[in-house]
């Protein structure tokens, strides 16, 4: 019904930069709310930001002033860029996409993860 597909990942030095992408296939209309999560190695999952289909936007404490969520509906994807790394931030990151409520499928749906490693 829906898919998604994480992308952009890589090996970068502290105080560098990337750009992950999430890429939505399928019934995209349906899709509300998407968002970014991760696990580092030992920890729980963890929310870093969401984005609304109109654009409202929620981040983690931990990443405000350095990440920024975006989407394009056109084009059905959603961006994180990530700006000022550091090595806390290593960790597989996951795409999530909500359902809008009245719909036939599950409630959400992830992607497989994108390996972000900041290491000297």
């Known amino acids: 019904q829906v898919q998604v597909v994480e992308s952009g990942g890589g090996l970068v030095q502290p105080g560098g930069s990337l750009r992950l992408s999430c890429a939505a296939s399928?019934?995209?209309?349906?899709?509300?709310?998407m968002g970014w999560y991760r696990q580092a190695p030992g920890k729980q999952r963890e929310l870093v930001a969401t984005?609304?289909?109109?654009?409202?936007?929620n981040y983690a404490d931990s990443v405000k002033g350095r990440f920024t969520i975006s989407r394009d509906n056109a084009k059905n994807t959603m961006y994180l860029q990530m700006n000022m790394l550091k090595p806390e931030d290593t960790a597989v990151y996951y795409c999530?996409?909500?359902?809008?409520?009245?719909?036939?499928?599950?409630?959400?749906?992830w992607g497989q993860g994108t390996q972000v490693t900041v290491s000297s």
């Open positions: 399928g019934n995209t209309i349906s899709i509300s709310t």
């Open positions: 984005i609304t289909r109109g654009g409202t936007t």
């Open positions: 999530n996409a909500e359902i809008r409520p009245g719909w036939p499928t599950r409630s959400n749906y």
